[in-house]
């Protein structure tokens, strides 16, 4: 079985701050980790991606995660907010069956000046 | 261009009213995914398939049929549609599972 936490439904940074939005998984084999973005009225799309290589990966618009086995963790940070980063983040997760993607309930980030 | 398309985009329909929103790929991706978004509850899968003539249950498939006849097509049947159905209903696409996963742009259905 596979899931998703994200903690923290709505995030608010003002605009220049440190993006930092969780996600903890839970997968009996080694997982595959996403964080897709949606803008409002839009379909999802993707960030990034870890699929066992580098741990630090490195996204879309400066987004980057780290995966951290230890803590089950791959949370998702940017050193600087934009305001066009203003969206809901998902976090999701695969064990490697074909097509089987578990999604958190996202979190929805604020962006202030 | 490559896309995920969806139609319709908005339905209103009746309950019991039969009902398909159709998918298509144009990247000749082998599998396909049927979503819904709910507030709080985020994307769950609904069916997915991972070839032609090979599809399988996702975690919410009661209510909802599907079929994949064509590698390009993959509709969502409601054959007899219930209130608790109204959500945002996403096609998604890959080239394998694991693979990224292209989204169409929804259809918001409302069964009244």
């Known amino acids: 079985a596979q899931s998703v936490t994200q903690l923290g439904s709505h995030v608010s940074v003002s605009e220049g701050a440190l993006v930092l939005l969780r996600c903890n998984y839970s997968s009996s084999v080694p997982p595959y980790l996403f964080w897709y973005v949606q803008y409002p009225n839009q379909g999802l799309q993707l960030l990034l991606k870890?699929?066992?290589?580098?741990?630090l990966v490195k996204g879309i618009n400066g987004f980057e995660a780290e995966f951290k086995k230890s803590e089950t963790s791959f949370h998702l940070t940017k050193p600087s907010a934009h305001m066009s980063d203003a969206a809901e983040y998902f976090c999701?997760?695969?064990?490697?069956?074909?097509?089987?993607?578990?999604f958190g309930t996202g979190t929805r980030l604020q962006v202030t000046l | 261009e490559a896309q995920v398309t969806q139609n319709p985009r908005y339905l209103i329909t009746v309950t019991g009213k039969k009902l398909t929103v159709t998918c298509s790929q144009n990247m000749n991706h082998e599998y396909m995914s049927w979503y819904r978004q709910d507030p709080g509850l985020g994307l769950r899968q609904i069916y997915y398939s991972m070839n032609v003539e090979v599809t399988d249950k996702g975690d919410v498939p009661e209510g909802y049929k599907v079929s994949r006849k064509e590698k390009r097509n993959f509709p969502l049947i409601l054959e007899s549609p219930s209130p608790n159905q109204t959500s945002l209903y996403f096609c998604?696409?890959?080239?394998?599972?694991?693979?990224?996963?292209?989204f169409g742009p929804g259809t918001r259905l409302t069964v009244l």
């Open positions: 870890y699929t066992s290589a580098a741990t």
């Open positions: 999701a997760v695969s064990s490697g069956t074909a097509s089987k993607l578990t």
């Open positions: 998604a696409s890959s080239n394998r599972g694991v693979d990224t996963q292209y």
